[in-house]
């Protein structure tokens, strides 16, 4: 049997992505609703019951509802999260509490619902050391990396595996002059390490001789891998230097990503390599919640048609 529900787009207002992926759902009939968890409860609400066959009852959003027993996907992107500015400190964090574990709890426990991706998988993959663990098991070749808060046995590893790279953990924005940005990856010597590493924890890796990058996309079945020249250490830092072209990944490539999404019981994922001289492919990481629709115009590929594919949950 077919399920004809909604599918459930779990995103900030401004998510270009999510609008091409709900555009394409609208233009084929299919029912969506859009939510974000900063509406709650301004404009968001939800009354779920739970039964022997799982969750029911509904959310009802500004401008749609839903009936949670059949929800046929829920397509979790990038939600701006949950705040009470009108409530003192304490207050806002107990409300905040009970609504990450209260409404995030009913939208993980969805009967039936195709997660793209589920929250708490999301959550489990985007650990860094975790997913080159996973790697390295599935397959891939990952560079020689350490993460720790010793100077002394980062300076070694730099001694003994450069040219390295210091790499963030994860991607929190600072402020600079008043401007958002991220911490870049950048290549790093011994000499530049002292006493501040034992502040945190850090992520150092060997430097791919790299040709080029490649960003592989993987929508359910669909694998799309894309190469990309730019002769920059970090792509990501001038988009305006990116050219692409569609790339056939070597043997085995697939089948390893393949595996490492079942590993963590992802269906999507934007896998990131460096492509070195010989044509060997570095697994670099994995994003489980990563950008793609930026790699549609320049290549062809029809992924967006194949997310709603994906979403709607009866392929064409």
């Not at 790279?165 to 991607?171: F, G």
């Not at 970090?234 to 056939?248: A, E, H, Q």
Request: charged share 20%.
């Amino acid at each position: 049997m077919i399920n004809d529900g909604p599918v459930l787009v779990v995103t900030m207002i401004d998510d270009p992505t999510a609008d091409l992926v709900i555009n394409e759902l609208h233009d084929r009939g299919t029912p969506v609703v859009r939510l974000d968890s900063g509406d709650f409860p301004a404009t968001l609400s939800v009354a779920a019951t739970i039964t022997e066959e799982g969750i029911s009852g509904t959310l009802v959003t500004s401008t749609r509802a839903a009936d949670l027993s059949r929800v046929r996907s829920l397509y979790y992107r990038r939600p701006s999260g949950f705040a009470f500015p009108h409530l003192n400190e304490q207050d806002a964090r107990f409300a905040v509490t009970q609504a990450r574990y209260g409404l995030g709890g009913v939208l993980a426990s969805l009967p039936g619902c195709l997660y793209v991706n589920h929250p708490h998988r999301i959550g489990d993959a985007e650990f860094k050391p975790s997913g080159l663990v996973a790697a390295a098991q599935c397959g891939f070749k990952v560079p020689n990396t350490m993460v720790t808060s010793d100077p002394e046995a980062a300076k070694r590893f730099v001694k003994d595996h450069g040219p390295a790279i210091y790499k963030p953990l994860s991607t929190p924005l600072y402020r600079v002059d008043g401007a958002s940005c991220t911490v870049e990856v950048g290549e790093v010597t011994a000499d530049q390490l002292d006493g501040q590493v034992a502040g945190t924890a850090h992520l150092f890796q060997s430097r791919v001789d790299k040709v080029a990058d490649v960003r592989v996309t993987v929508i359910g079945d669909r694998i799309f891998p894309v190469r990309i020249d730019s002769g920059l250490l970090d792509w990501r830092t001038d988009y305006g230097k990116l050219s692409y072209r569609v790339v056939k990944p070597p043997d085995g490539i697939e089948a390893a990503l393949r595996r490492y999404l079942a590993y963590f019981g992802l269906v999507f994922g934007a896998f990131d390599f460096a492509l070195d001289r010989h044509g060997a492919w570095w697994f670099l990481e994995c994003n489980p919640s990563g950008q793609w629709a930026w790699l549609e115009p320049p290549t062809g590929l029809p992924m967006v048609s194949a997310m709603a594919d994906l979403l709607e949950r009866h392929p064409r």
